[in-house]
T-cell receptor, first 114, second 112 residues
Framework: DGGITQSPKYLFRKEGQNVTLSCEQNLNHDAMYWYRQDPGQGLRLIYYSQIVNDFQKGDIAEGYSVSREKKESFPLTVTSAQKNPTAFYLC?????????????FGEGSRLTVL | GENVEQHPSTLSVQEGDSAVIKCTYSDSASNYFPWYKQELGKRPQLIIDIRSNVGEKKDQRIAVTLNKTAKHFSLHITETQPEDSAVYFCAASIDSSYKLIFGSGTRLLVRP
């Protein structure tokens, strides 16, 4: 079954703790993305990766970190340095062959900091 | 970097009427402009996209227009139906960078 899978769907964290969100795709896409969705603010880009072992900061990268060791995987770590981490996080994959194209989104991970 | 502005933030129309959502972008190098629909509790999905070498693209009741000189593009939905109710996002990207920046979204409500 092809697609993009995020886990966990819901996550609770205490202040001061780091948490890692998983994102896996089996669509053979080169590019992977992490977006944050807050009410009324649309989808804001945190990090994106065009290729394995390479990634770039988006507009709101502070307090987040990523890795891209495998083509299929792009985990996001929300660190204790992120001031307002409670949000809905969407992972996506897409684009190959040097041209932007359709993004396929995961179902999202909702993070709540207690 | 690229900045995408989207208007209106909310739009309410009567079933059967048309709906128009407008976006502007800042980076003149952007050449790919997709539109996504997000129904309540679901993931965003692509509904239509356009590249800078064309001015208009249609797919049944949905159309997108692009004005590169003015750096704006619009989504047109004709003969709206209740199932068109959702949040719509525009986005812009430069092909070679893969970086896709979204607008803030428009919540469309189609009243039966």
């Amino acid at each position: 079954d092809g697609g993009i899978t995020q886990s966990p769907k819901y996550l609770f964290r205490k202040e001061g703790q780091n948490v890692t969100l998983s994102c896996e795709q089996n669509l053979n896409h080169d590019a992977m993305y992490w977006y944050r969705q807050d009410p009324g603010q649309g989808l804001r880009l945190i990090y994106y990766s065009q290729i394995v072992n390479d990634f770039q900061k988006g507009d709101i990268a502070e307090g987040y970190s990523v890795s891209r060791e495998k083509k299929e995987s792009f985990p996001l770590t929300v660190t204790s340095a992120q001031k307002n981490p409670t949000a809905f996080y969407l992972c996506a994959s897409g684009a190959s062959g040097g041209a932007a194209g359709e993004l396929f989104f995961g179902e999202g991970s909702r993070l709540t900091v207690l | 970097g690229e900045n995408v502005e989207q208007h209106p933030s909310t739009l309410s129309v009567q079933e059967g009427d048309s709906a128009v959502i407008k976006c502007t972008y800042s980076d003149s190098a952007s050449n790919y402009f997709p539109w996504y629909k997000q129904e309540l509790g679901k993931r965003p999905q692509l509904i239509i996209d356009i590249r800078s070498n064309v001015g208009e693209k249609k797919d049944q009741r949905i159309a997108v227009t692009l004005n590169k000189t003015a750096k704006h593009f619009s989504l047109h939905i004709t003969e709206t139906q209740p199932e068109d109710s959702a949040v719509y996002f525009c986005a812009a990207s430069i092909d070679s960078s893969y970086k896709l920046i979204f607008g803030s979204g428009t919540r469309l409500l189609v009243r039966p």
